[in-house]
């Protein structure tokens, strides 16, 4: 409902806007009227006028529902979008109805009276400082700003209409001075659209440690000095490797099982690239080799809170390693659970294009389970596939056998931009063990439910095979997904309709709570407006009302428990995504958890929801922290959490071949 209601309110405030043009363009004309016909053009202004009365009222009752979505969804439209138009419209009421109305008595009222005309024509120009609002400014709190950037025009709006009505004569203005009029607003519109596309381009180079806007999140200032480059912060370099691996990215084509084939980049040869499959406490060397033409590529353990220096991210922690050259990563493998690997460097397209893996780490003692991983993609944008499979897979499993299932969403579906990614499966009942790698406490068995996942995020299925068919689909493509069957060519069990949505919220069982006291408290606003962005317009996703590199790096010590607060009040689903830590859910809109500790790293938040959430800061570096829609973030959907002391030798920028999006 906060969709439909968000551009229900939207809606309205345009609809106010151009009431109040035409009715203000009218009043205006009254001078020019004979007085018969000025009589019967006030009666309309009149009715018109409160038509504008009826939409300012509705707009309250549309206001007031957002607010029960919560504070935050309501804020900017009380404090900012409202009195844009409330102070006009008390004018309107004060001034220009008791005339309007002198008019239509035939009384003597002087008709150039910009005590009749401005107000209604001031409350047009504040209805069209509420459509700004609502798609370009997207102002955050606290308002301070929008009193002089907003508040600021509509004043000089105000004061040269006043002067030009003060100064009317009884004359209609050429056609010539109309044509002058619309040619340079054209003019200044088109200006500004050149001017926003050049300017918005990333410079040549540029430091990620350029922090445009630094946020403390009300805890103490983090010093400017720097201690720590992020090439420092590996893991041990010096003893033998327990696991080695090679992988080598190379152009392929990639055949999926429909017949079809993709022309898309692989790790040595396939994608999804090899299974890098280790031991906890393993410590694993990666050996990336690239053999890709005019591509730089780098190697993301997602989900892994590896050392900085090994986390490969082009330009913030490493170079993108270009065609012909290498890079050697290593870390210890600590978390057991389900994560995977990809390319960090414009992932947005070379993920896509199959620069991923599955990465596992078994616990020391492997338990006896069939173990299948999945990775969900969408193939050229359209095509959704387990691994390459994009038609039904079918897998003997003998009745009895614990199985998991490593669900993992690879892909952006284009589906997936309004809603989560939805799996169901069906034909037995299941656990869900673990979020995003880590383990759920106390996790009850669930039927015929459909299972929302983030692009980015790993649910752990467990249960016994059962006498009869399993079956697990994405709901985007249900004819294809992935058959476990007692008996080869058994039937296929249908699929639930409409089953409820698995809410790791209230799923489980709690355990003492880990967070009673917060360092720093951060606000993340989520959102869309007409933007710029490195060359792009369009309707672009947001942080705090703008794109990198103006988005805030949260800064913080190490050590310290972070309380961050996500709110989304756009109309897409933003996975978002922290490089290097775990985050606990603590509530969504208001509600706290109830359910185990649910431990994330790619969070899907929804329009009108609002996470809060908690991590320890105990992995130093610099991190990203992004939409893992990667559209999004090559939009600008990415900031930063940054140590204090530590700094980035790398660039980004157009000509640093570093471009982690
Ligand atoms: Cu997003």
């Known amino acids: 409902m906060f969709e439909p209601l968000e551009n229900a309110d939207t809606t309205v405030a345009a609809l106010h806007f151009l009431v109040y043009w035409i009715v203000g363009y009218r009043t205006g004309q009254l001078a020019l009227l004979t007085a018969d016909a000025a009589q019967r053009s006030a009666r309309r202004i009149r009715i018109w006028i409160r038509v504008g009365f009826g939409l300012y009222l509705a707009r309250l009752v549309s206001i007031g529902w957002l607010w029960t979505y919560g504070w935050d969804f309501a804020e900017n439209r009380v404090l900012v979008s409202l009195p844009l138009v409330t102070l006009p419209l008390v004018a309107v009421v004060i001034w220009s109805l008791p005339r309007v109305s002198r008019v239509i008595d035939g009384s003597d009222v002087d008709r150039l009276d910009p005590k009749l005309v401005v107000p209604v024509q001031a409350t047009a120009a504040g209805g069209l400082l509420t459509v700004w609002v609502a798609f370009v400014s997207r102002p955050i709190p606290p308002h301070a700003d929008e009193l002089l950037t907003h508040g600021g025009p509509l004043a000089v709006m105000t004061a040269l209409l006043w002067l030009r009505q003060s100064r009317r004569r009884l004359t209609r203005p050429s056609l010539l001075t109309k044509v002058a009029a619309f040619l340079v607003i054209v003019g200044l519109v088109t200006g500004g659209v050149f001017y926003g596309l050049s300017a918005s381009r990333l410079p040549s180079h540029m430091s990620m440690m350029d922090h445009n806007l630094v946020d403390h999140g009300g805890g103490p200032p983090t010093s400017h000095a720097a201690r720590t480059s992020v090439d420092a912060l590996t893991g041990p370099r010096d003893i033998v490797p327990d696991k080695v691996f090679t992988l080598t990215a190379e152009p392929g084509k990639i055949s999926l099982s429909s017949g079809g084939s993709i022309d898309g980049w692989t790790f040595n040869g396939t994608s999804p690239g090899p299974e890098i499959r280790v031991r906890e406490g393993d410590l694993v060397e990666i ?28 330009g913030l922690t490493q170079e993108a390693v270009p065609n012909g050259g290498s890079h050697t990563y290593r870390f210890r493998a600590e978390q057991v659970g389900s994560f995977w690997y990809h390319t960090h460097q414009a992932s947005s397209e070379a993920v896509a294009k199959g620069l991923f893996g599955s990465l596992i780490v078994e616990p020391r003692t492997r338990p006896a389970v069939e173990d299948i991983t999945v990775l969900s993609h969408v193939w050229n944008e359209e095509i959704s596939a387990f691994g390459t499979a994009d038609t039904m897979q079918r897998k003997r499993i003998k009745p009895g056998t614990p199985v998991r299932i490593r669900l993992t969403n690879t892909g952006i579906n284009p589906a997936s931009d309004t809603t989560s990614t939805e799996f169901l499966l069906t034909g037995t009942p299941f656990r869900v063990t673990a979020i995003d790698g880590t383990p759920l406490h106390g996790p009850t068995e669930l039927r015929d439910t459909t299972l929302e996942l983030a692009n980015g995020g790993r649910y752990d299925l467990s249960f016994t095979m059962p006498d009869g068919p399993v079956r697990l689909v994405d709901r985007n493509a249900p004819d294809a997904g992935l058959l476990l069957e007692p008996n080869e060519g058994g039937p296929v069990p249908t699929l639930p309709e409409d089953p409820p949505a698995f809410d790791p919220l209230s799923y489980g069982s709690p355990e003492t709570p880990r967070f009673t006291r917060f360092d720093r408290r951060f606000k993340l606003i989520l959102d869309d407006g007409l933007s710029f962005h490195d060359g792009v317009f369009g309707l672009l996703p947001m942080i705090n009302g703008t794109q990198f590199p103006d988005t805030p790096t949260l800064m913080v010590r190490e050590n310290e428990v972070i309380h961050t607060t996500l709110i989304n009040r756009s109309h897409e689903v933003h996975p978002m995504h922290l490089h290097g830590h775990h985050a606990l859910v603590l509530s969504r809109n208001g509600v706290p958890s109830t359910g185990s500790p ?52 790398y660039h980004v920028g157009q000509q640093s071949g570093n471009q982690p999006e």
């Not at 009108?608 to 973030?633: K, Q, R, S, T, Y």
Request: charged fraction near 20%.
């Open 287 to 314: 050996k990336l080799y690239n053999k890709i033409p005019d591509l730089g590529v780098t190697l993301h353990w997602h989900g892994l809170d590896v050392p900085n220096a090994q986390d490969g991210v082009a």
């Open 598 to 649: 649910w431990w994330t790293d790619t969070l899907d938040v929804r329009p009108g929801e609002i996470f809060e959430i908690a991590f320890v800061a105990d992995n130093p570096g610099i991190w990203m922290d992004h939409c893992h829609n990667l559209e999004h973030a090559r939009n600008g959907m990415v900031m930063h959490l940054a140590y204090e002391g530590v700094t980035s030798p």
